[in-house]
């Protein structure tokens, strides 16, 4: 009979209190017994560098319970980062500082201590395509996942065809959906389609009660803030609540800069130039490399047109 059917006899003083474990295989048992998987799983290996080290009794309890809940807080913080569809990749550790200027390297550390969430703030990331924002913000929800919030992140469409489903939902149901019910939303490209009304009032319920419970809701965005009602449907009126619900004590991020696709485009086409320089050496009248940075200036000018890049 297993340990944990056991310990209900105990309990009940049906059965007699089992005497301490002599052989790994008990111990092994009591740990799964009391949900310490991975001091179970891990035991053969901290009783082994036990006697290798020396450690006293008290060394090896506090290795075995550290093992167990740094194994519990990997899986705690791989399960919240897979069910928050978070993109993978982007971290603010890995984001270029010194390529981004406008961006405040002591802000961002202060926003990853995750201490807006805790205080209901809002987040707004905007600027041109390419400068950063869902990196950042993807970093900053990672952050807030190993701080222990549950995050949820949307591309704006995403959202959309989700609160369109839920349009007629019990709002005793709706508090429950991810989107309403996390510590910090991320809606992540609001402005690149316009919304139609009914669109543009779902958008303001998610708004609206996030606000109210004092959840935090991050968004990112090529538009400025005037430009917001021809998004919503061109109602000044409605783009004004929703404004005025995600501003209140938000943090705002003007990106103004380059854009990093655009660097590292730049980077693969020089490389390219300089194989067709090679190639050009030993082949009589090729190609001039010219060709390859004329198409890095042409792709620079759309997607600076693609974004439409106003300060708020
Ligand atoms: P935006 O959301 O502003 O359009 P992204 O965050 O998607 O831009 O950035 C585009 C690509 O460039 C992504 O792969 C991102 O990881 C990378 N990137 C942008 N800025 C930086 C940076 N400063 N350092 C490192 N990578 C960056
Ligand atoms: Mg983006």
């Known amino acids: 009979m ?9 309990a009940a003083g049906i059965l007699p209190k089992p005497a301490p474990a002599q052989e790994p295989e008990a111990l092994r048992e009591r740990l799964e017994a009391l949900r310490l998987p991975f001091a179970a799983e891990g035991l053969d290996g901290l009783l082994h560098e036990s006697v290798k080290q020396d450690w006293n009794v008290t060394a090896f309890l506090d290795a075995m319970l ?49 201490q807006w969430i805790r205080e209901g703030q809002g987040l707004l990331l905007q600027g041109p395509p390419g400068v950063g924002k869902t990196h950042l913000v993807v970093g900053l929800g990672l952050r807030a996942i190993e701080t222990g919030f549950s995050v949820s992140f949307y591309h704006l469409d995403e959202l959309m065809h989700q609160l369109k489903k839920d349009a007629q939902l019990d709002p005793a149901k709706l508090k429950y959906r991810k989107y309403m019910a996390v510590n910090l939303v991320i809606i992540d490209e609001f402005g690149y389609q316009q919304l139609d009304r009914e669109e543009s009032n779902l958008f ?5 009660y996030r606000y109210a419970k004092g959840s935090s809701t991050a968004i990112t965005t090529n538009k400025g803030i005037a430009s917001w009602p021809s998004v919503l449907a061109d109602d000044e009126v409605l783009a004004g609540a929703i404004l005025d619900r995600l501003l209140h004590r938000a943090t705002v991020l003007n990106i103004q800069g380059r854009s990093y696709r655009l660097k590292e485009l730049d980077a693969q086409l020089q490389e390219q130039t300089s ?25 620079a000018d759309r997607l600076a047109e693609a974004g439409d890049g106003e300060a708020l």
């Open 2 to 10: 297993k340990i944990a059917q056991t310990r209900k006899l105990h």
């Open 66 to 114: 550290r093992l167990e809940l740094e194994r519990q807080e990997e899986r705690r913080v791989a399960q919240a980062i897979r069910i928050s569809h978070l993109p993978t990749g982007p971290t603010i550790s890995n984001f270029d500082f010194a390529f981004q200027p406008s961006v405040s390297r002591s802000q961002l550390q202060t926003l990853s201590t995750g």
């Open 204 to 208: 303001f319920r998610v708004v609206n």
């Open 275 to 299: 194989t067709t320089t090679a190639d050009s050496q030993t082949t009589a009248g090729s190609q001039e490399p010219a060709t390859a940075r004329g198409q890095t200036s042409v792709s």
